[in-house]
């Protein structure tokens, strides 16, 4: 697997698809997900009371999100346990 190295940015295969990934359009449906999660968690905090399905919706919609950002750091600098 070939790297290369852009202003100190580690670019692998793995990482460039991963990016291809994102700009068509995955990226901007995370960020939508992560305001409706952050609007919710926000609302519940204050009502006190939460619906469950709602949270694992929520949380779904986190964990995916730090899926996708991880797998843009390149295995060899990953260092411990993330996944």
């Not at 359009?25 to 009371?49: H, K, P, R, T, V």
Request: charged share 20%; no cysteine; hydrophobic share 40%.
């Amino acid at each position: 697997m070939a790297t290369t190295k852009v202003n100190e940015i580690v670019l692998s295969e793995k990482v460039s698809k991963n990016l291809a990934f994102l700009q068509q359009g995955y990226a901007q449906a995370l960020a939508s997900g992560l305001d409706d999660a952050i609007g919710f968690l926000l609302e519940e905090s204050n009502m006190g009371s939460s619906d469950p399905r709602n949270l694992i919706n929520v949380l779904g919609t986190l964990h995916n999100a730090r899926t996708e950002f991880l797998s843009l750091i390149p295995e060899d600098m990953k260092g411990g346990s993330h996944e």
